[in-house]
């Protein structure tokens, strides 16, 4: 093969959708990517626009109190963020990330549509009787629910492999192309936001004032359009090969370790067995050794029973690049777990902020009212703006004085993004204050709302957008670039499960509350009458424990070790 040839194909062992090896100029980069930024926006519209108002069609359509809603909202949300570790288990292990979007997209579709059928079809959805209110039978409820996992297993295939797939049309081996990957996250985080910004505006509008129907058959519409947008760039996509099962690879490296229990680890690391051509593992390099969690080393120490000459068992002998990957991923678990009170704080936007604005004044005007759930319009305004200032403004800026190709790393991003996000609970807190202050001075406790305009509530929707780009975008960027090369759907789909923790914690917390505070009579902190409740105790406590948790993440965010890859890809 000569040079030019050599130039025209991508050294990240990426393929075709014909499984020939990509060609630079035919496939991957922004050409690409435009597809997957069509497919996000339309996807992040269908969700949003079924799940920002979620919480209200429990209560008006499933007939279901504050405390109970919420928490089916934080424990369906947290499925949606569990269901990953399959989806990116399966791409990284067996299919790619290009047939698991497929196939789970048209899943996903599917559980719209029967959504859909279950808010518009008498004998499936909710029976309403004008001043009796709607009721929905068990199984109408049952059929609800079905829908609702079956979206949720079906955005666990999609939520892990999208964004590094988008990353993987960029060749990390060519130093252009890398450099604008950082970009292509704020880019795809922007897309996303472009969909939830339709969705929290005018489909929660057709929810309440035109139908549920009307109101879930927009989105089932936009997921049909994102599952067009992915498949029309197909022959444009560079595809990652799987590299087998990432369990196995790591429960040999554990299983090796434990063996060799007793044995020293050498002090020259070069007395390690590695691979001598390649990393053993298929679409990953070679990473060199590091000093952290040393224990795992052992599974590298060649004993006179391993027959290094001839045919390795991996279950007694494992190469150091093997060991380093289970070492890369267990390094960032740590972080992983900083980011839990961070997702608990956000996911607020859905349930808390939206009861919150149910008791406020919501009109513009004589007439016209705005949906609570409507508010998050301005977290995602917030999100739009700041995503542009950063790449456009703050980078350039930054990088002048810290050198860095990205202005700050991506460490240093998240910590601002989970400093910003404790701001966001105290002015939903200090607002929270104010309302009961007006219900006690001027006895709304009965009222239904309360002479408060609901944009009171933009600063701490607005906080949680900014604190979004800070964090949410670096986790991403941090969890592929820290990956092993062939576990970054799974590492993905491992940061993903701090939103799926960060509302079971909530979802928690509420139950911890309701019970501690309803004790011998009492109405609790979240009763069905927020006039009568303190839901500013419920904001305070977030508050502290965002606080607690970033001090946390500064000290392990200082003792990070990165990972150190060598070579090329195949």
């Not at 489909?203 to 599952?227: D, R, T």
């Given at each position: ?480 670039d820290q990956a092993p090369d062939a576990m970054r759907s799974v590492c993905s789909a ?77």
């Amino acid at each position: 093969m000569n040079g030019g040839e050599d130039d025209s194909i991508v050294k990240d062992g990426t393929v075709d959708i014909h499984g020939n090896p990509a060609n630079k100029e035919n496939t991957g980069r922004w050409k690409a990517c435009f597809f997957i930024f069509g497919n996000e926006g339309c996807e992040r519209l269908a969700y949003y626009g079924m799940s920002t108002n979620l919480v209200n069609y429990f209560v008006d359509q499933l007939h279901q109190g504050n405390a109970t809603a919420a928490k089916n909202v934080n424990n369906w949300s947290g499925t949606c963020y569990v269901m990953p570790l399959l989806g990116a288990f399966l791409a990284d292990a067996y299919w790619g990330r290009y047939w698991v979007i497929a196939i789970f997209s048209i899943i996903y579709a599917l559980g719209m549509g029967l959504l859909t059928l279950s808010a518009s079809i008498k004998g499936l959805k909710p029976t309403c009787t004008g001043k009796n209110g709607c009721h929905a039978s068990s199984a109408e409820v049952v059929v609800t629910f079905v829908a609702l996992y079956l979206i949720a297993l079906g955005t666990g295939g999609i939520k892990p492999c999208v964004s590094s797939f988008g990353a993987d049309q960029f060749d990390e081996n060519d130093e252009q192309e890398n450099k604008k990957r950082g970009s292509f996250f704020t880019w795809f985080y922007f897309s996303i936001n472009v969909g939830a910004l339709i969705a929290s505006s005018v489909l929660v509008y057709i929810q309440l004032h035109v139908g549920w129907g009307w109101g879930f058959g927009v989105p089932a519409v936009a997921m049909g359009l994102a599952v067009v947008s992915f498949f029309s760039g197909s022959s444009l996509y560079r595809l990652q090969k799987p590299g087998g099962s990432p369990l196995t690879r790591v429960a040999q490296v554990i299983v090796a370790a434990f063996r060799k229990f007793k044995v020293k680890v050498p002090q020259d690391n070069g007395l390690l067995y590695e691979t001598a051509e390649g990393s053993g593992i298929e679409g990953s390099r070679k990473l060199e050794h590091t000093d952290t969690l040393r224990f795992l080393d052992k599974a590298a120490v060649a004993i006179p029973t391993d027959d290094i000459k001839g045919e390795i068992n991996p279950w007694k002998l494992c190469s150091v690049s093997q060991v380093e990957e289970l070492k890369a991923v267990l390094r960032l678990l740590p972080i992983w777990a900083t980011g839990i009170v961070f997702s608990a704080v956000y996911g607020q936007m859905s349930t808390m902020f939206v009861l919150q604005g149910n008791t406020m004044d919501q009109h513009i005007g004589p007439k016209f009212k705005i949906p609570s759930a409507s508010l998050s319009i301005f977290d995602t305004l917030s999100v739009l703006f700041w995503a542009a200032v950063y790449d456009k403004m703050i980078v350039p800026f930054a990088r002048k004085y810290t050198g860095h190709k990205d202005g700050f790393t991506v460490l240093q991003r998240m910590g601002m993004g989970l400093a910003i996000s404790v701001f966001s609970m105290v002015a939903a807190g200090i607002l929270e204050v104010a309302r009961l202050n007006m219900v006690k001075e001027h006895n709304y406790y009965d009222s239904e709302t309360v002479p408060l305009s609901i944009f009171w509530q933009i600063p701490q929707y607005f906080l949680i957008g900014c604190a979004e780009v800070f964090t949410f975008i670096a986790q991403m960027d941090f969890f592929y670039d820290q990956a092993p090369d062939a576990m970054r759907s799974v590492c993905s789909a491992i940061s993903l499960t701090t939103v799926a923790l960060g509302n079971y914690l909530s979802a928690l917390l509420v139950t911890i509350v309701t019970s501690a505070t309803t004790k011998n009579g009492s109405l609790g902190w979240i009763p069905d009458n927020l006039n009568r409740g303190h839901l500013d105790y419920f904001y305070w406590v977030l508050a502290v424990l965002s606080v607690i948790n970033f001090f946390a993440y500064l000290l392990i965010a200082r003792r990070f070790t990165y990972k150190k890859a060598k070579g090329v890809i195949g």
